[in-house]
């Protein structure tokens, strides 16, 4: 069956350290991979979209990795602020273009002053 | 530019009843997701309107609908309301021509007495 997990548990890091977020995917070939923030509430917000055949895509102080052989994105925050404290979510395109994007269930991250 | 604005807020509806939640996409913006978030669980696809048709449907039961008007807002419809419907809707709108992130709104919250 299709799967997309990202990591339940909650990552507590100290304001300054470098987070690091896993996304892992099974029986998909997305064409793309997105990243999202969403706060206590609220509606997802965008962040950073990776194409099949990018590595890596950067965006101020946020990274993003796709490893399809490996079926695994990895989203780093560098140099964490409190401020960055929220809960992340991958989306990936199920069938290239051809549906709507399917979310994991994020992780929540919480950046300790 | 206005982003995505859905209504109401907040709804409260007795088991049984129909509710109906309204959403008007970014400007420019011709698909329209619609996404269920219950109480701290993830994202589950509803429908996807594109163009004024139903592009994809999530798995969900009948009594879920939709449409996509003219001007590309959209209302999701929900019938026979049972109390698992008590959710965090949430819509999102995206160019279509493509791949974009999605831009959600801050979702209407559904509850069922």
């Known amino acids: 069956s299709q799967k997309i997990e990202q990591n339940s548990e909650a990552l507590n890091i100290q304001e300054g350290k470098t987070a690091t977020l896993t996304c892992n995917y099974t029986?998909?070939?997305?064409?793309?991979l997105q990243w999202y923030r969403q706060d206590p509430g609220r509606g997802p917000v965008f962040l950073l979209l990776?194409?099949?055949?990018?590595k890596e895509k950067r965006k101020e102080r946020l990274k993003v990795t796709f490893d399809t052989t490996l079926k695994q994105s990895l989203f780093h925050i560098t140099a964490s602020q409190p401020a960055d404290s929220a809960t992340y979510l991958c989306?990936?395109?199920?069938?290239?273009?051809?549906?709507?994007?399917?979310f994991g269930s994020g992780t929540r991250l919480q950046v300790q002053p | 530019e206005a982003g995505v604005t859905q209504s109401p807020t907040h709804l409260i509806k007795t088991r049984g009843q129909q509710a109906t939640l309204r959403c008007s996409p970014i400007?420019?913006?011709?698909?329209v997701y619609w996404y269920q978030q219950a109480l701290g669980l993830g994202l589950q696809f509803l429908l996807w309107?594109?163009?004024?048709?139903?592009?994809n449907r999530g798995n969900f039961p009948p009594r879920f609908s939709g449409r996509q008007f003219p001007n590309y807002s959209s209302e999701l419809n929900v019938n026979a309301l049972e109390l698992e419907d008590s959710a965090l809707y949430l819509c999102?709108?995206?160019?279509?021509?493509?791949?974009?992130?999605?831009?959600f709104g801050s979702g209407t919250r559904l509850t069922v007495v």
């Open positions: 029986n998909y070939s997305p064409a793309y």
């Open positions: 999102a709108s995206s160019s279509s021509v493509v791949p974009y992130g999605y831009t």
């Open positions: 990776i194409r099949e055949n990018e």
């Open positions: 309107y594109d163009e004024g048709e139903e592009r």
């Open positions: 400007s420019g913006h011709t698909s």
């Open positions: 989306a990936l395109d199920p069938l290239k273009g051809r549906r709507a994007l399917t």
